[in-house]
């Protein structure tokens, strides 16, 4: 698996002073109409377990300048809870749910269902407001490590193509 670059997210849930939030690499649109996300995560997290419990969460898609803020999301330095939100800004979105000022895309949900599978919970949500700034420079995680995405140049075919 560790093969599959996805992009970098933030799920986050809950108000100032008890909010939850962790990085996800397993979250994607799913739906378009009506417009459902999917995140898939882990069963044991105690942002899962708020999530669960508040009903409303956020997705906020990280750029490429932001692997420090996933790496202190994941508690690769220790951080917990709240002290994950100290540093940037982060406002209530329309639903309540923690927005990250700079992330690329924030997207409220709703839980519309949830199944949980194995070591994971997979959690569909619906749509109820996004917030994008319009660029496009995702962080991704791929092999253990952050990167960054390239277009490849017009006209030139993607590897193995042709």
């Given at each position: 698996?560790?093969?599959?670059?996805?992009?970098?997210?933030?799920?986050?849930?809950?108000k100032a002073p008890d909010r939850y939030g962790m990085t996800a690499t397993a979250v994607c649109s799913l739906t378009a109409t009506p417009p459902q996300m999917l995140a898939c995560l882990n069963v044991s997290s105690s942002t899962t377990a708020a999530i669960l419990r508040n009903s409303i969460f956020s997705i906020n898609?990280?750029?490429?300048?932001d692997s420090a803020l996933a790496a202190r999301f994941a508690g690769r330095h220790g951080h917990t809870g709240e002290q994950r939100f100290q540093r940037e800004f982060w406002s209530p979105g329309d639903h309540g749910s923690p927005i990250l000022e700079n992330a690329l895309?924030?997207?409220?949900?709703?839980?519309?269902?949830?199944?949980?599978?194995?070591t994971h919970v997979l959690i569909v949500g619906t749509v109820l407001s996004i917030k994008g700034d319009n660029s496009f420079a995702p962080l991704l995680y791929g092999d253990g490590k952050f990167g960054g995405w390239?277009?490849?140049?017009?006209?030139?075919?993607?590897?193995?193509?042709?």
């Open positions: 698996m560790r093969s599959i670059a996805s992009s970098v997210t933030i799920v986050a849930t809950g898609l990280l750029g490429s300048q895309v924030s997207v409220e949900c709703a839980i519309q269902q949830s199944m949980t599978v194995d390239q277009a490849l140049r017009e006209g030139r075919e993607p590897p193995g193509e042709g």
